[in-house]
């Protein structure tokens, strides 16, 4: 059983599974777990290692068009160095700053491989889901994809502090909120645009006509792709790019653009039925642990 499987099935058995985070009375509630040899590239810092866990969940509460409220996690290692985890502390503190939302502790253990997992509450009166898109909304995203994608290659040449910079991305909390009044469905995009795109559709039971030129390519993307195929690949169906990709009326894009502190593309429009790039099919490709 693959991870998608495993989600399916959690969904079949939890009735309140399903969206990026789940929603008690007000209270936005998730969890995230990330290892060593799946989530951090050699040459990832404690710091950004601190910062993208705990980043993670924000997301996901941003995805929910909340307001972030504090975070905890766990830092699980084969040893405890005093240099490396204060590092970490740092990065998991500045992170919650960064939206808005405080760092409030977690919990330590032992482990054969450097393992973090990490929780995030946030407030919201009335949640946006993945459930809502409607035929003939605009489909638009926050900031740029592929930004995680350049990362890796770069940890993978050994550009180990341009790789950090570009893997500590900023969580979308205040976009989300800013487009939290006007979005009729919004995910994060942690498994890449293009399965963010079918997971929209599944929910929504609708589909999505998406623009190649109009989607936002880091330029990251530029320096370190083969080719346009390459190109494509990374900022389409890599992921972990952690932006938000969410459905408006048309009427609202610019009111969404205008209130949000980071660049709203408008990449595509909601239809019937079909995910298509192009106008021709986008295959469910994204990444998986």
């Not at 060593?36 to 068009?65: I, K, Q």
């Not at 990065?91 to 491989?113: I, N, P, R």
């Not at 048309?250 to 949000?260: K, L, M, N, P, R």
Request: net charge negative; proline share 3%; charged share 25%.
């Amino acid at each position: 059983m693959d991870e998608r499987a495993a989600l399916a099935l959690v969904g079949d058995r939890v009735a309140a599974a399903g969206d990026d985070a789940a929603t008690v009375d007000g209270l936005v509630v998730t969890t995230d777990m990330l290892h060593e040899r799946t989530d951090f590239p050699a040459g990832t810092t404690r710091y950004t290692a601190g910062w993208r866990a705990v980043g993670a969940s924000l997301s996901d509460v941003a995805a929910m068009g909340a307001e972030a409220t504090a975070a905890v996690a766990v830092y699980a290692a084969p040893a405890f160095d005093d240099g490396e985890l204060a590092a970490f502390l740092s990065g998991c503190s500045e992170v919650c700053a960064a939206v808005g939302a405080e760092y409030v502790g977690g919990d330590l253990d032992g482990h054969d491989e450097f393992t973090v997992a990490t929780t995030a509450v946030g407030e919201a009166a009335d949640p946006v889901r993945r459930s809502g898109a409607e035929p003939g909304q605009a489909v638009c995203v926050t900031g740029t994809v592929g930004r995680s994608a350049a990362a890796v290659r770069l940890f993978e040449r050994g550009g180990h502090e341009r790789a950090n910079d570009l893997f500590r991305f900023n969580p979308r909390v205040a976009a989300g909120r800013a487009a939290a009044s006007q979005a009729s469905a919004m995910i994060d995009s942690s498994d890449g645009l293009a399965r963010s795109l079918h997971q929209l559709a599944a929910e929504s039971d609708c589909g999505f006509d998406v623009t190649a030129d109009e989607i936002p390519v880091d330029p990251a993307v530029d320096d370190v792709a083969a080719d346009a195929a390459d190109r494509r690949e990374l900022a389409v169906h890599f992921g972990e790019d952690f932006e938000l990709v969410f459905t408006v009326p048309e009427t609202d894009v610019g009111a969404v653009s205008a209130d949000a502190p980071v660049a709203v593309t408008r990449v595509g429009r909601v239809t019937d039925a079909g995910v298509r790039l192009d106008e021709e099919p986008l295959a469910d490709r994204g990444f998986t642990h």
